[in-house]
Structures are given as C-alpha cells and as structure tokens.
C-alpha cells in the first residue's frame, strides 16, 4: 500500500530534550516536505527536499533541522524543543515539483513540549 | 505577498448543496488544489484546477477562475461524513510552492 509513515504519533516531552519524528515513503517519491498545523494558522511549512542530499527551509524553519540521507526518509530534528512548538506535524511527499503533483500526507504526529 | 481566504466556519443540512469559497492573491500561480481534513487525521486530495471552468468528479466539483483570483468548491448530496476541514491551497512560484489557506470547518447536520 502507498503510504506516508511518520513515527512517533504522539510525543509528550520536556523543554530541551532532543527529539527526531522519522517519516518514511514507499512510492519512489523524489519532493518530501515537512509542516506543522497550527489552529487559526493552517498548514505551514518547515522544510523541504527536492531530492537525496538537497534541503531547503520553508516559511517556519526556526528550531528544526532535517536530512535526506536517502529518497525514502526524510527526519525531523528538534534539537532543543521549547513548548512554542507543540503542534501537530505532518510529513509529506510527492512524485516531483511540477505543476499539479498531489502531496500526499502522513498521518500526523501530535508533539507536545512542557 | 501571500494571501489565501476561506470561510472559518459553514454548517449544511443532510441532502443539500454547499459551496466553499476561496479567494486569493499569491505571487505566482501555477494551480489550485483543494484538499478534505478531518478532524485529527491528513488531509486528503479532491481536486486540482489549473484552467478556468468547472471540474467534476463524483458528488464534489471545483471550480477557478485566474482572473478573478477565486475558486470554490461544491458538495452536493451531502452526507454526514462530509463533516470536516477543507483546505484550499495555492501552488506558484518557480518550485511550485504550495500555500494553504486556514481551512473552512464544515458541519453536516441532519
């Protein structure tokens, strides 16, 4: 089955404490994106990676760092959590970067940071 | 700089019709996708328009209008698990970045 698989689904952890949420895909997907989701502020992207090895920041990359080591996975890194980014966070990939390519999403991880 | 508008809440009765409206102003525009949320869970593909006019697909059709920088999208017949978010979101720009509104929460009610 085409899927988008993130890991952990929810977290509860203390401020400073380093954490990664992996995400994995198994459609052969080049474009991998990561967002969060924010009530009142909608879907906002972290990061992204057009390809193995190629990373850049979306609109909120403040405190987070990724890699794209292989096509397949695609890593959150919050090096040091702080409780502003208790969130609900979404992976996401798609076959390329053209015009009209579907994103699919993982199904969520809901972090919280106290 | 980038703007996307929906309506934050719409309630519709079982049966009826209900359309989303989606207005925005985006700094390149190559496409617009809508996408259905429930609560807790991904969002999920409905459609996608890049030519102006009306798309089709099932109970659902979305429409845009480039000129008019606006799009909406139609339920028909609806039924209860329509209850949801949906979200509109732009692509533009030279890495067909996609924005997306703050989403509309629609109640189904009997």
């Known amino acids: 089955e085409a899927q988008v698989t993130q890991n952990p689904r929810y977290l509860i952890t203390v401020t400073g404490k380093k954490l990664t949420v992996t995400c994995s895909q198994n459609?052969?997907?080049?474009?991998m994106s990561w967002y969060r989701q924010d009530p009142g502020l909608g879907l906002r992207q972290i990061y992204y990676?057009?390809?193995?090895?190629?990373?850049d920041k979306g609109d909120v990359p403040e405190g987070y760092k990724v890699s794209r080591k292989e096509k397949r996975n695609f890593p959150l890194i919050l090096e040091s959590p702080s409780p502003n980014q208790t969130s609900l966070y979404f992976c996401?990939?798609?076959?390329?970067?053209?015009?009209?390519?579907?994103?699919?999403f993982g199904e969520g991880s809901w972090l919280t940071v106290v | 700089g980038q703007n996307i508008d929906q309506p934050t809440e719409m309630t519709a009765t079982e049966g009826a019709i209900v359309q989303i409206n989606c207005t925005y102003q985006?700094?390149?525009?190559?496409?617009l996708f809508w996408y259905q949320q429930h609560a807790g869970e991904a969002p999920t593909f409905l459609s996608y328009?890049?030519?102006?006019g009306l798309e089709e697909k099932g109970r659902f059709s979305s429409f845009l209008s480039r000129s008019k920088g606006y799009s909406y999208l139609l339920l028909k017949e609806l039924q209860m698990k329509d209850s949801a978010s949906y979200l509109c979101?732009?692509?533009?720009?030279?890495?067909?970045?996609?924005?997306f509104g703050t989403g509309t929460l629609l109640a189904v009610q009997p």
């Open positions: 996401a990939s798609s076959l390329g970067t053209g015009p009209g390519n579907t994103i699919y």
């Open positions: 459609m052969n997907h080049e474009y």
């Open positions: 990676s057009m390809n193995v090895e190629v990373t």
């Open positions: 985006t700094s390149g525009f190559n496409g």
């Open positions: 328009n890049v030519l102006d």
């Open positions: 979101a732009v692509e533009g720009g030279a890495t067909n970045k996609l924005i």
